[in-house]
């Protein structure tokens, strides 16, 4: 039983790293987390260590009230995305991405930025 359960173990780790080389996170972003910014750029620029697709990006403030983003699904799968910002009063807010990996499995992550204004 030892025996068994040390190569269940086994099996699980490798498979479990197996599945995280698959995955990625943005690796490079003009707006880092925890940024602080005196104006909103006009664009969020970022860019993912693997190909990804970019299944969502959602901007709201801290409060929760979600802002208008120019963004549209796209089915292609990329590593660079550029996605336009509205001008942003000062304040705290959270870009919430969500990407899809090769092997199906989704990704997310969050950036949090405050304008000072
Ligand atoms: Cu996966």
Redesign the pocket.
Known sequence: MKFLRTLLVAVWVVSFSA??W??TTIIASNIKDGAELAAAPAAFVFAFGAEVGLAGLELETLGGDPIVLDFNRRSNMGKDYSVPLPPLAAGAYILKWRAV?????V?RGEVDFTITG
């Open positions: 599945a995280a698959a995955h990996a090769k092997d199906g499995h990704m």
